[in-house]
């Protein structure tokens, strides 16, 4: 993602300054406050498991309340039996939340929620390739400011925007960072199915999937293959569908211009499809936010209203189209492998509008979201990371870096790959041009081990 007031560059700028205080304050409050109950040793790590979603929202539209109904048909794909589950959902810890019910194959269970997650014990164990139904009921209510990444849960101006508001398996990460990077990691779902009434008349909603179904005041939308399932929704939505190369544009908007948004997101889609390969998706949606910054979804982007430069809204539509094949295809732990995702989403980008150098001096590139402050974590992984992956195209050339670049495409589709897998990849690629990553990805490639 990318946020911040836009600079002319269309870039983000740099916080204001009160932001460089954060992280030290942060390191007070830890001090002086006792640790939680929930320990994060005690949620498990259920990226093992599959599962699919059957969800429904009601939006109380006027109150900015909404009441979500959550059911997860688990497997076990591991080898070994699970005694809890551990599922990421930003409105636990953001959204004023109640729990409302947790059922395990229709029976009451205790669940513990734990900052952006809740962990569910299963009553009895459940065996490897064994099926089990989670059922998570809550109630939660839309903040109306942007500020600490509120904005993904919110409304305002008659808008809404929902980001990561299904309960998803995951491995459980803090919410918090010094910056604005993303903390979450999930697995792809064969199938999302998600129906969303509101209260309100004429609400349009742009959705990571398709409408599946009208039914009086509810619509009804599917995924297949999406590591999360995104909306906003408002009735000032203007909404523009056009067909590109076989896949439905959908373009929501407020304010912006939307030609002007659907020929920034055509000229990044094809210039990635030619080279990473086909997009995967039915639809590739574009929505108008009134918070925030531009933002990825599988499916789907955001772009803020204020990118009201023709270089700004260029910049922020190519990004998050580049997510598409990075972060949504293949997937990556965020919170840990930063440069995996916006690095090299970020490179793609710059294919196109151009390469800079970094206003932050030299710093690792192998560091989570909660290593950088806020003033160079886009400086250090996006500029520094893009620039990186450029120097190294140029080393080993163009076509085993392609190449190199493609495999670890299709050897991560609809998976997990990361920071390590992709350099390795590409150095398999690169014949004897490659490696030297030692010097920025210190504890990938530690020097004078074994
Ligand atoms: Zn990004």
Request: proline share 5%.
């Amino acid at each position: 993602m990318l946020r911040y007031v836009p600079s002319r560059s269309g870039e983000p700028c740099r916080p204001p300054i009160r932001w460089l205080l954060l992280p030290v304050t942060l390191i007070a409050l830890a001090v002086l406050i006792p640790a939680p109950v929930a320990l994060a040793g005690d949620a498990p790590n259920s990226l093992g498991l599959s599962a699919t979603y059957d969800v429904t929202a009601d939006i109380r539209w006027d109150a900015g309340r909404m009441s979500v109904t959550s059911i997860a048909t688990v497997t076990n794909s591991t080898d070994t039996p699970v005694d809890a589950l551990t599922f990421n959902f930003i409105p636990a810890l953001i959204g004023h939340m109640n729990l409302r019910e947790v059922l395990v194959n229709d029976e009451g269970s205790t669940a513990q929620v734990d900052d952006a997650n809740v962990v569910v014990s299963l009553p009895v164990p459940l065996d490897p390739g064994s099926q089990a139904t989670v059922l998570i009921g809550y109630d939660a209510t839309f903040n109306t400011t942007s500020k600490k990444k509120k904005w993904l849960f919110s409304k305002k101006d008659n808008v809404v925007t929902a980001y990561r508001w299904i309960p998803w398996l995951t491995k459980r990460h803090s919410w918090s960072t010094p910056n604005f990077g993303e903390p979450y990691v999930t697995q792809t779902t064969s199938d999302v199915r998600v129906t969303l009434t509101s209260d309100r008349a004429g609400v349009s909603y742009a959705t990571t999937g398709h409408q599946a179904e009208v039914n009086g005041a509810s619509q009804t939308f599917v995924a297949h293959d999406v590591r999360d399932f995104n909306f906003s929704a408002s009735p000032r939505y203007k909404v523009t569908t056009t067909d590109h190369n076989g896949v439905t544009f959908g373009v929501y908007t407020l304010s912006l211009s939307s030609s002007s948004l659907l020929s920034y997101a055509r000229t990044a889609f094809d210039a990635f499809s030619d080279k990473m390969g086909v997009y995967q998706y039915e639809t590739l949606t574009v929505a108008e936010i009134p918070l925030g910054g531009g933002m990825e979804s599988p499916g789907m982007i955001w772009i803020p209203s204020n990118a009201t430069s023709a270089m700004r809204r260029r910049y922020l539509v190519t990004h998050e189209v580049a997510h598409q094949w990075f972060y949504g295809v293949v997937g990556n732990d965020q919170a840990t492998d930063p440069f995996a995702d916006e690095a090299l989403s970020e490179f793609l980008a710059r294919t196109i509008i151009g390469f800079r150098n970094s206003r932050c001096s030299d710093a690792n590139l192998d560091g989570s979201v909660y290593d950088y402050s806020s003033t160079c974590y886009y400086e250090v992984i996006y500029i520094q990371g893009a620039d990186y992956l450029d120097d190294y195209r140029r080393r080993v050339g163009d076509d085993g870096f392609w190449a190199g670049l493609r495999d670890y495409y299709e050897k991560f589709k609809f998976g997990l790959g990361g920071t390590l897998a992709l350099l390795n990849t590409l150095d398999s690629d690169a014949s004897d041009n490659g490696g030297g990553h030692e010097d920025r990805f210190p504890s990938l490639y530690p020097t004078g081990g074994g």
